[in-house]
């Protein structure tokens, strides 16, 4: 009999299988609707392709425009980009050949203490005259009680919340800018965290592939808009 079960690496790296095999499409345009529309996870990369240090940075610039609770701003990047260091990352993601052959891997952390930046974040706005120093002492006293009597599950499901809204606009900007990306789930946390040093404080959320497309991702597939909404309430 067949055995129906597939390994997980066998599932990550199915993703390919269900590609048309043409190459991402190049944009002439950076309108939002069309970036969106456009952005599919690739998991076929131009392993000639190198982003320099300024691309990346870039694209990260765009990512930190995101919200996040409080503004505390929780996410952390690990940009993994030299190739010996995404080997070694390989094996913990399943062998999902996009650590490899994507120009960088971003990992997106979320700090699950980030109430202690507080004062930093809102003291800025008070350099820069938008907020007066009475005012910033209230802000970051409500908020320093308020995360640090909350319990670190509940800290760090705000972090993976940050975490999940800074990836997409990083995801979308990365297409805005004619390169592709794959999010990742599929990796051993906690090898990862081991093996990249990865601070106690800080939780994986996902990790980015992110590079020059070779290889279209399949077309977008979705549950019909009606499947999934409901308005005011449910019956
Ligand atoms: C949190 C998360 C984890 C994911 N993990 C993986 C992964 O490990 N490997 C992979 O190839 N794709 C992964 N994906 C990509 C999804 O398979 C993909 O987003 C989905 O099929 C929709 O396709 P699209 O991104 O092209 O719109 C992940 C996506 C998300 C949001």
């Known amino acids: 009999m067949q055995d129906k079960t597939a390994s997980k690496e066998d599932m990550l790296n199915k993703g390919n299988e269900f590609s048309t095999g043409e190459k991402p499409k190049v944009l002439t345009t950076t309108d939002f609707f069309t970036v969106a529309e456009e952005r599919r996870s690739v998991r076929k990369y131009d392993t000639n392709y190198k982003m320099d240090e300024k691309e990346i940075r870039d694209i990260l610039e765009a990512a930190i425009l995101a919200p996040s609770s409080s503004n505390l701003q929780s996410w952390r990047f690990l940009v993994i980009e030299d190739q010996e260091a995404k080997e070694k990352l390989l094996p913990m993601a399943f062998n999902q050949q996009q650590v490899v052959e994507a120009s960088a891997v971003i990992a997106v952390l979320g700090k699950e203490d980030a109430y202690k930046d507080a004062n930093k974040i809102y003291g800025q706005l008070v350099e820069n005259g938008s907020l007066p120093e009475e005012a910033k002492e209230g802000y970051v006293n409500n908020i320093v009680d308020m995360y640090s009597s909350a319990s670190r599950d509940k800290r760090t ?14 995801m979308l900007a990365a297409k805005a800018k004619g390169l592709d990306t794959v999010p990742m789930g599929g990796f051993d946390e906690k090898a990862f965290v081991e093996a990249f040093n990865v601070p106690e404080n800080y939780e994986p959320v996902m990790l980015i592939a992110l590079g020059k497309g070779e290889v279209a991702g399949f077309p977008k597939n979705r549950l019909p808009l009606d499947d999934i909404l409901a308005w005011n309430k449910y019956e």
């Open 157 to 170: 499901r705000i972090a993976m919340i940050d975490g999940g809204l800074i990836s997409m606009q990083l």
